[in-house]
Nanobody, 127 residues
Framework: QVQLVESGGGSVQAGGSLRLSCAASGYTSASGYCMGWFRQAPGKEREGVAVIYAVSKYYPEPVQGRFTISQDTAKNTLYLQMNNLKPEDTAMYYC?????????????????????WGQGTQVTVSS
């Protein structure tokens, strides 16, 4: 059973930066999974903000150039570096895992395709 635990959320002013971490356990290697970061603001649907499989990284337009996903396979840890944060980035952020084929499909940002989830970490950006 894959277990994911996020950390690193907090409150920052617009233009600031945060780095989220997701410690994973219960599998032999993160390289065998499609890993992603998602967020959910109150009243909105959960949305993908970054996805990684092996050396391939994907970002939807709203966060391109500001968010960077990475992973340290030796530490089984996934990261999300968020720069130039905006108030609209305020949300609960989750890391998730799925099968590799999801990262290679048009469903890579679809939260319903991910099997394993962390408990989330709150990010609040003030203007």
């Amino acid at each position: 059973q894959v277990q994911l635990v996020e950390s690193g959320g907090g409150s920052v002013q617009a233009g600031g930066s945060l780095r989220l971490s997701c410690a994973a356990s219960g599998y032999t290697s993160a390289s065998g999974y499609c890993m992603g970061w998602f967020r959910q603001a109150p009243g909105k649907e959960r949305e993908g903000v970054a996805v990684i499989y092996a050396v391939s990284k994907y970002y939807p337009e709203p966060v391109q150039g500001r968010f960077t996903i990475s992973q340290d396979t030796a530490k089984n840890t996934l990261y999300l570096q968020m720069n130039n944060l905006k108030p609209e980035d305020t949300a609960m952020y989750y890391c998730a895992a799925s099968s590799p084929i999801i990262c290679l499909s048009q469903s890579k940002y679809d939260y319903k395709k991910y099997n394993y989830w962390g408990q989330g970490t709150q990010v609040t950006v003030s203007s």
